[in-house]
T-cell receptor, first 115, second 110 residues
Framework: ETGVTQTPRHLVMGMTNKKSLKCEQH?????MYWYKQSAKKPLELMFV???????ENNSVPSRFSPECPNSSHLFLHLHTLQPEDSALYLC??????????????FGPGTRLTVT | GENVEQHPSTLSVQEGDSAVIKCTYS??????FPWYKQELGKGPQLIID?????GEKKDQRIAVTLNKTAKHFSLHITETQPEDSAVYFC?????????FGTGTRLQVFP
């Protein structure tokens, strides 16, 4: 049990659908992250939130929209996705946003398939 | 640019043998180097990490070594067991994020 949960675990959606991924951390951390994991590629950092404020957006297309209503919850809203967006989406949290100093803990991920 | 190179991409060993995975980083300012293990259907799990003020760290069968001059660090697993089979990722820190390697798929055969 990592203390970071994600729902749903699997999601299949069409290109015109709108869906949301949810992440919750039970570790009392102040920072939360969204990563995209594709086959044979390094983990790609998408968004970083620190104390509910977005501090990084790595040139992610606008069809991905994050939301952080409080320090324990993180959402990723999806709309008009492309097949190449199919991947494992991982949520992580750390004690502080300075991840160079604090360990990141990952959730189990949401396997997204865009048809 | 910022990147972390990881080798090998796949590694097969017999149970009881040792396994070594190597990573090279480019940013000399990096000072934190974690290793993650990802099993099938799960997220990455932190298994060991090392900071730049030490050269080696051990935790039972797992050890990590760091050579800051050469900018490379390695994961060593001794007496491997089938449950060590997984994908292993290294990472190096920047002030605001971690840069990950591409992963090594380790298979331990009984």
């Amino acid at each position: 049990e990592t203390g970071v949960t994600q729902t749903p675990r699997h999601l299949v959606m069409g290109m015109t659908n709108k869906k949301s991924l949810k992440c919750e951390q039970h570790l009392g951390h102040n920072a939360m992250y969204w990563y995209k994991q594709s086959a044979k590629k390094p983990l790609e950092l998408m968004f970083v939130y620190s104390l509910e404020e977005r501090v990084e957006n790595n040139s992610v297309p606008s069809r991905f929209s994050p939301e952080c209503p409080n320090s324990s919850h993180l959402f990723l809203h999806l709309h008009t996705l492309q097949p190449e967006d199919s991947a494992l989406y991982l949520c992580a949290s750390s004690q502080d946003q300075a991840s160079g100093l604090y360990e990141q803990y990952f959730g189990p991920g949401t396997r997204l398939t865009v048809t | 640019g910022e990147n972390v190179e990881q080798h090998p991409s796949t590694l097969s060993v017999q149970e009881g043998d040792s396994a070594v995975i190597k990573c090279t980083y480019s940013d000399s300012a990096s000072n934190y180097f974690p290793w993650y293990k990802q099993e099938l259907g799960k997220g990455p799990q932190l298994i060991i990490d090392i900071r730049s003020n030490v050269g080696e760290k051990k935790d039972q069968r797992i050890a990590v070594t760091l050579n800051k001059t050469a900018k490379h660090f390695s994961l060593h697993i001794t007496e491997t067991q089938p449950e060590d089979s997984a994908v292993y990722f290294c990472a190096a820190s920047r002030p605001d994020k971690l840069i990950f390697g591409t992963g090594t798929r380790l298979q331990v055969f009984p």
